[in-house]
């Protein structure tokens, strides 16, 4: 650590590429990549709405043994009492880490993370496909329900979800599906898919450290 901390002060700048390594069967602390490209999304009369989404969702989801003590809070401050929120931007994207900073909450490690995100995402996905409201009201009849399968769904209602569903609430009125349809983003093939990046789950998953330059770029 110490050699590491000398290393961290000496390098600055586009010099200091430093990463840990998670290794596949060590515990860790809940995390998520959240990023999209600007350019493909001008139309996001708001670009934190996603975000602020994704942080809501995932500081209920590990807070649940605790619903009734925030139900007059503002929940976005609470979820930021207990993320630690890195963010990295350019002229071309716009990237969130959020780390879940509770040390009493931890999963068996990033394998393990990865399945519960993806569990999460998938029920979200099918959650907001399935609610009905006077602006949202179709029957979707599917055998294949992977994640893609739900994207593909969905897509061509997002712009109605977003503008119309604000109303549509769920987890205890904390989050509505408006802000739930902007987890979901235009790639640079201007396809619609995940903000959050679900393949970061995978073993010895490499993680930049903080105020540290991603390896070769300038």
Known sequence: MKELIILYKNTTGIDRNLYEIIIATNPVKAYIDFEYYVDNNLEMQNHYIGSNCCLKIFHYLLNFTHHTHYQSENHIDLALEEFL???????????????HANPNILFENNITL???????????????????CAFFNIDFKTHK????????LISPYITVLRTHCNECYLFNNRINIAEIAH?????RQNKWTLAIDINVY?????????????????
Request: aromatic share 14%; net charge positive; charged share 15%.
């Open 183 to 187: 987890l979901l983003v235009l790639n």
């Open 202 to 218: 995978s073993r010895n998953q490499q993680f930049r450290l903080f105020d540290c330059a991603k390896y070769g770029k300038n």
């Open 114 to 132: 990865g399945i519960f995100i993806k569990t999460f995402i998938h029920f979200l996905l099918q959650t907001m496909i399935q609610h009905k």
């Open 145 to 152: 329900t992977t994640i893609h399968d739900l994207i593909q």
């Open 85 to 99: 929120v890195l963010e990295a931007y350019n002229t071309q994207k716009i990237s969130y880490h959020f780390i």
